[in-house]
């Protein structure tokens, strides 16, 4: 039997998502990202295209590791500013029949009690569209701008999102019965009372106690991704994600990445068959080679390196204008470019 492919969008609620500097493309939209009609727009084009869902990143900070503040980032848009990516979707739902919703969320975001209620809502609004890009926020700056003296180290923010999911899945899956919705207007009792119970949570990390506050939606939990990297990012997917972002150019790593994933979700006690990887790649579309080719070049021509440098060192953690980029760098006794 062969193997369906699936096919998501990936885009952002700002200006530039992954490519710098083509937001000064005569014919780029983003600087629409403000308005609802080029989201609406976009989700009637992806369901007319067949694909099967539009993802969409978040992020919580601004990246201002690069140079050591914010202002590549500012000047160059590089995903700042940036609106929230959930309050897109009712509208992108209603304008569509098929196409699912991905939004990314971080655990810092909103306590599980909260969290969970917008799930709920969004399953609802979307009739069981929704999925979660599970995220633990990887920028300094999003904690103080929450308030927080840091960010927990990482293998430990992998812990305290195992037990923001587990209270979520109390409250998706746990407090309210499938009957307990009886909309009996004779008797004028919307809900028994009976059939919903409070949750108990004492965590590490989160603790709740009380019933959900949205009645049973179509998919209570909504589908799951995560994009664990590390050894106990990717332990983390194996046990709750159904879809895993996976990147690389090098098929063959790429390879033993999705097998040893597979592998650990076995010995997780799952069916490593019902986890999706979805592939990251860039792809340009014209009537001919020459023509694809041709806007290749016109793109990467427009590649700013500031808002690339920005990017690049909020992910890493690195100040990279600390270095030259043309000069070799001696690493562990191997020449290597910085």
Not at 16 to 22: A, D, E, F, I, N
Not at 204 to 210: D, E, L, M, S, V
């Amino acid at each position: 039997m062969k193997k369906r492919i699936f096919f998501n969008a990936f885009h952002m609620n700002c200006v530039v998502h992954q490519s710098t500097g083509l937001w000064v493309h005569p014919e780029d939209q983003m600087t629409r990202y403000t308005d609802l009609e080029t989201w609406v727009e976009l989700a009637k084009f992806l369901e007319r295209g067949c694909f099967d869902a539009l993802f969409l990143a978040d992020v919580i900070g601004i990246y201002d590791v690069y140079r050591g503040n914010r202002d590549a980032a500012l000047t160059q848009a590089a995903q700042a500013p940036l609106n929230d990516p959930a309050l897109l979707i009712p509208a992108m739902a209603y304008a569509t029949k098929r196409l699912g919703f991905a939004f990314t969320s971080s655990i810092l975001q909103y306590h599980p009690y909260i969290f969970a209620r917008l799930v709920s809502t969004l399953d609802h609004l979307t009739k069981g569209r929704i999925a979660w890009n599970i995220v633990t926020t990887y920028l300094e700056s999003g904690a103080r701008g929450l308030g927080l003296p840091g960010l927990l180290a990482h293998d430990e923010r992998c812990d305290a999102a195992e037990d923001y999911v587990e209270l979520c899945y109390k409250l998706w899956e746990g407090s309210w019965r499938d009957d307990a919705v009886v909309k009996n207007r004779e008797l004028g009792i919307y809900a028994d009372p009976g059939k919903i119970r409070a949750i108990h949570h004492d965590g590490k990390y989160y603790r709740g106690h009380g019933c959900h506050l949205s009645e049973p939606s179509p998919q209570r939990t909504p589908v799951l991704y995560q994009a664990g990297g590390s050894p106990r990012g990717r332990q983390f997917a194996t046990r709750h994600a159904e879809c895993i972002f996976v990147g690389g150019l090098n098929t063959t790593r790429v390879g033993e990445s999705v097998r040893a994933t597979r592998e650990l979700a076995h010995q997780a006690g799952r069916n490593p068959d019902d986890i999706l990887f979805f592939l990251y790649a860039k792809v340009i579309t014209a009537d001919s080679e020459a023509a694809v080719q041709r806007k290749y070049e016109e793109y990467l021509g427009s590649v700013n390196y500031d808002g690339a440098m920005a990017l690049l060192c909020g992910w890493s953690g690195i100040d990279f204008s600390r270095f030259d980029p043309d000069k070799p760098r001696s690493c562990a006794g191997n020449t290597k470019t910085a």
